[in-house]
């Protein structure tokens, strides 16, 4: 049985920084964070692999945003720089429990299998 627990959500300004976090019990193979803005869809934000040091990012992240991880703690980072007021949302930790064979799965709610309860975000300006 796998659980995600989002945490760190919150209300910043423009060009401020939030942390968030996930915690991750059971096993699981892939990680991702995804957002979902009020009226729209679910959409990519970041991916990693436990057992990789690769990581991926939605264009509109990259640079800003950087996806972690503490292997021994089983919890998994979203740290959020230069937030903008379009990055509103509220934000989803998700997970995998084994690879799959679609190429960029990583970045589609397709590809995971396990999703947390969600952590507003609001970027004031």
């Known amino acids: 049985q796998v659980q995600l627990v989002e945490s760190g959500g919150g209300l910043v300004q423009a060009g401020g920084s939030l942390r968030l976090s996930c915690s991750v019990s059971g096993h699981t193979y892939r990680m991702g964070w995804f957002r979902q803005a009020l009226g729209k869809d679910r959409e990519f934000v970041a991916a990693?692999?436990?057992?990789?040091?690769?990581?991926y990012y939605a264009e509109s992240v990259k640079g800003r945003f950087t996806i972690s991880r503490d292997n021994a703690k089983k919890m998994v980072f979203l740290q959020m720089n230069s937030l903008k007021v379009e990055d509103t949302a509220v934000y989803y930790c998700?997970?995998?429990?084994?690879?799959?064979?679609?190429?960029?799965?990583?970045?589609?709610?397709?590809?995971?299998?396990?999703w947390g309860q969600g952590t507003q975000v609001t970027v004031s300006s």
């Open positions: 998700a997970a995998a429990r084994s690879i799959c064979s679609v190429s960029g799965c990583h970045r589609t709610t397709e590809g995971y299998d396990y």
């Open positions: 990693m692999w436990w057992s990789s040091p690769s990581t």
